[in-house]
């Protein structure tokens, strides 16, 4: 492993730059979610200012 290290360091570098983006964005996706289903849980009539913010974000 150490050799494929020293040969390709920009590949590695690559490779670990991706994987951290990836779970990144994977993470900031299921916040958004459980924050969405944990806003329509709620009465509707009482906290609609808060489930149209969401909803306002969708459309961007």
């Known amino acids: 492993a150490l050799t494929i290290?020293?040969?390709y360091p920009d590949y590695?570098?690559?490779a670990v730059g991706i994987?951290?983006?990836?779970?990144s964005i994977f993470m900031q996706y299921?916040?958004?979610f459980?924050?969405?289903e944990k806003a329509y849980e709620y009465d509707e009539e009482?906290?609609?200012d808060?489930?149209?913010l969401f909803d306002i974000g969708e459309k961007w």
């Open 30 to 32: 299921r916040l958004i």
């Open 50 to 52: 808060e489930i149209e």
């Open 19 to 23: 994987l951290l983006l990836s779970s």
């Open 12 to 14: 590695l570098l690559l």
């Open 5 to 7: 290290v020293n040969q």
């Open 34 to 36: 459980s924050l969405k």
């Open 46 to 48: 009482e906290h609609k």
